[in-house]
């Protein structure tokens, strides 16, 4: 039954927030740029986005716009900070990310 549900999210384009404090979305396919996608969060409510880069399947993308140095939450933890800005759909990946919290 879990295979046949996970079937049918990733033929739909879509994407999970693991945690309500989340400010990025994993992706359950890959996703091309200009592409929409259907974002399901922790409490089962669904909206669209479109994705402005390339995604691959199990990366994250900005659910809003990023700053300079904002933090990356997943899994309600902060996991890095931006090392740019970032427009709402963009790939988010150690390209673009970094994090200092082991070195302080």
């Known amino acids: 039954m879990g295979d046949m549900i996970f079937s049918s999210l990733t033929a739909r384009k879509t994407a999970l927030v693991l945690d309500q404090k989340d400010n990025v979305g994993v992706a359950l396919a890959d996703l091309a740029a200009g592409e929409a996608c259907t974002v399901i969060d922790d409490n089962g409510r669904e909206f669209e986005l479109v994705v402005t880069e390339n995604i691959p ?41 970094y994090c200092d919290r082991g070195m302080k």
Not at 61 to 81: Q, S
């Open 57 to 97: 399947f199990g990366h994250k993308f900005a659910l809003h716009d990023f700053g300079k140095d904002e933090g990356v939450i997943k899994y309600g933890e902060e996991i890095g900070r931006m090392k740019d800005s970032l427009p709402k759909g963009g790939w988010i990946h150690n390209h673009n990310m």
